[in-house]
């Protein structure tokens, strides 16, 4: 397994990390017998990065977790880096209420994800996204507390601005920034990475494939589950679909012509974006890790990706990334 290094004072992982999300949550019913299985896969493939968040299945996803790790060889098991997000709010109906990053708030996540995980300490920490009415300085204090104390690793971000990625590596050091990047969400180009870069923070890409959009198995179609939050994602719907997956017909042509799949090819692109990023692909399966794992052994050069490029230029999505509400959440779009 090929690795790369999280920022300057981050860890070494995996080149490619193992989203675990859709294991648990909003992509609709999902196969714990296979969740484990891909997860045993994904380790015996030498992953190291496991993401989760706290509030995946409300708390379902770290237990799974647990259970594979508990399943796992030793040695596996004693590689493995989990990343935990933290933060949102829920209701029991399964609804999003908003974040808490208060001080108090971040010690009481962090001690029941230890409990669920089964473990002594959190690899890379991180809020999932900013709390409006608590300063990240606050929150990034707290979360270095914990490390002081040998309950968290390293600290990280999610879906941080510029700005606020400047003040929050004043507190304490930042392993990486997590956000979405992909062939069609590029909008981190302009500032974000540049001053994750300056700053010596690396970037754990998540949204690689656009949740399945450009994975090349997504027909126009394919029916949505009444549990999977992409039939509100406005990329996935009516015309937006259409044009989207137009793009994803010429990415395809490129693909055919190189003898990959589509789905290798976006996350191709991603890994040639830096040394600095490490791709999190969201595989539910054992089939669909097999096949981005074979994104390692892709080498794009210069005219491969001019044709990329031309195929899907830069700013060429139909729809926002998210709902409005949801859109309203993230620091990274304002």
Known sequence: MQTRTLGTTGPQTSALGLGCMGMSALYGDSDRSESLATLHAALDAGITLLDTGDFYGMGHNE???????????????????????????????????????????????????????????????RIARGDPDVPIEETVGA??????????????????????LRRAAAVAPISDLQIEYSLLSRGIEEAILPTARELGIGITAYGVLSRGLISGHFTRDRKLAANDFRGRSPRFQGENLDRNLDLVDALRKIAEQKGVSVAQTAIAWVLSRGADIVPLVGARRRDRLAEALGALDITLDADDLAAIEHAVPAGAAAGDRYPTDQMAHLDSEH
């Open 63 to 125: 237990l799974l977790i647990n259970e594979a790790l508990r399943s796992a060889p030793a040695a596996a098991r004693e590689k493995a880096q989990i990343s935990v997000k933290f933060g949102a709010l829920r209701t029991v109906e399964g609804g999003f209420t908003g974040y808490d990053g208060r001080p108090n708030a971040v010690r009481n996540f962090a001690a029941y994800s230890l409990q669920r995980l089964g473990t002594d300490h959190i690899d890379i920490y």
């Open 143 to 164: 979360i270095a507390e914990l490390v002081e104390a040998g309950h968290v690793r390293h600290i990280g971000l999610s879906e941080v601005g510029a700005q606020t």
